[in-house]
C-alpha cells in the first residue's frame, strides 16, 4: 500500500509508534506536533489521509478538520481524528478513533480512505 499520511499529535509517543507503523505498511508519513504546522504542511503536500487528534494545543483537531474540508485550495484529505476523551459530538472529520487504539484497525481504516483517495 502506497499512501501519504500527515500525522498530528502533541504526544511525541503517539507520534513515534504512528510514523512506525504507517511506515512498516508503505505509507509515506509526515509527523506534526499542532494543527498550525499542519496547516503550513498541508500548503507543500497533498496527502490522502489527514490523522489528527482533537486535543491539540492552539487549535484543536475539529477546527482543523472543518478547515481543511473548507478549503478549496486542498484536495481534500479524509481526516481521520483521535481521542482519548470520548467521540466528539461535532465530528467534522470523516471518521474517529478512540484511544489507545487498535493497531490493526487504525492501519485499515488508513488503508481504505488512502485507496478511496486513489480512486477518486
Avoid: W
Avoid at 486535543?55 to 478549496?72: S, Y
Wanted: with cysteine; charged share 30%; aromatic share 4%.
Amino acid at each position: 500500500m502506497m499512501c501519504a499520511v500527515l500525522v498530528v499529535d502533541d504526544e511525541p509517543g503517539v507520534l513515534r509508534l504512528l510514523d512506525i507503523v504507517l511506515r512498516e505498511v508503505g505509507c509515506e508519513v509526515k509527523l506534526v506536533p499542532d494543527a498550525e504546522a499542519a496547516l503550513l504542511e498541508l500548503e507543500e503536500t497533498n496527502p490522502d489521509v489527514v490523522l489528527t487528534d482533537v486535543r491539540l494545543p492552539g487549535i484543536d483537531g475539529l477546527e482543523l478538520a472543518q478547515r481543511i474540508h473548507a478549503d478549496p485550495h486542498l484536495h481534500d484529505p479524509h481526516v481521520i481524528l483521535m481521542s482519548a476523551y470520548g467521540k466528539p459530538r461535532d465530528l467534522h472529520g470523516d471518521d474517529f478513533v478512540q484511544k489507545p487504539f487498535d493497531l490493526d484497525s487504525l492501519v485499515e481504516r488508513v488503508r481504505t480512505y488512502a485507496e478511496a483517495a486513489d480512486n477518486a
